[in-house]
């Protein structure tokens, strides 16, 4: 596995590449969401490079070791979109399948519903398609609660750092690398660059959405998950007019780091199918 960099869409996007050398393998894309990076991946990019995927984990941009991006607008789902589209321009891939995790979610079903030409299969975790998530009713509205406060600048920024990062270390994430988290959103700039993708897109989307997938679809949602309900991922086959198959998991949120081999397991199933 190794780290690269490219430059597209007028940002530098660092990623992790199983296969550099490798390109008759059939690509896999695999998104992260706030406030990771694609080394949450990492037990993913194994399973599925040694079953004869090529697996691109890149790092959205202002997060990780992307480019630091400073304004709302850079982090726009179009503009991720294009980043994404141009990581596969640069390395040749004409298409891959494509899963998602949390924001890395809806970048996936934007990607999906925006050029459903570059992606061949479709995983969304934990997150459902946007109009499902809007219309889920009011326990999804309580439950984002948290999202209200990152939307105002510079409030999250004054509150998460508290007491040594204590909100983003504690039960309020639940993080399986609480540290980690911490420690990447304590260099300058990076928090702020995350949390704009919640003020660049959450707006829009609630009121917007996007429109319906082509891609075969599977939806992956964990019991425990304290932000979303089952609604929003199960309602999401509404949204899907490929093949739709939804999956429910015990557990926390983080399912890729929490239940790394049935994670790799499901994503191989559906990638193979």
Not at 46 to 53: K, P, W
Not at 62 to 81: M, W
Not at 104 to 123: E, H, I, T, Y
């Amino acid at each position: 596995m190794q780290r690269n960099q490219c430059k597209t869409n007028g940002v530098e996007i660092s990623y992790l590449d199983s296969a550099p050398d490798a390109a008759a393998r059939p690509a896999v894309l695999l998104l992260h969401g706030f406030p990771d990076s694609a080394e949450m991946w990492t037990a993913q990019i194994i399973a599925l490079h040694a079953a004869g995927y090529r697996v691109l984990a890149p790092d959205a941009r202002g997060y990780g070791q992307s480019q630091l991006t400073t304004r709302v607008e850079d982090s726009a789902l179009e503009q991720i979109v294009a980043d994404l589209c141009g990581l596969l321009d640069a390395l040749d891939i004409e298409s891959a399948h494509v899963a998602g995790h949390d924001w890395g979610a809806v970048f996936a079903w934007g990607m999906a519903a925006q050029q459903p030409k570059r992606v061949r299969r479709l995983v969304a975790l934990s997150v459902g398609h946007p109009l499902a998530y809007t219309q889920a009713g009011i326990e999804q509205k309580l439950r984002a609660w948290y999202a209200v406060g990152f939307l105002v600048p510079g409030l999250a920024e004054r509150l998460l750092p508290v007491g040594n990062w204590r909100l983003l270390r504690s039960g309020f994430t639940g993080h399986p690398t609480p540290d980690a988290v911490r420690d990447q959103m304590a260099r300058p700039g990076r928090l702020t660059a995350a949390l704009n993708v919640y003020r660049a897109n959450a707006p829009l989307l609630m009121r917007h959405g996007l429109p319906s997938v082509q891609a075969d679809t599977l939806g992956i949602y964990s019991t425990g998950d304290a932000f979303l309900t089952a609604r929003q991922m199960r309602d999401s086959h509404r949204f899907v007019r490929g093949q739709w198959r939804y999956e429910q998991l015990p557990g926390g949120h983080w399912m890729p780091l929490s239940q790394p081999d049935r994670i790799s397991e499901l994503l191989l199933e559906h990638f193979s199918a």
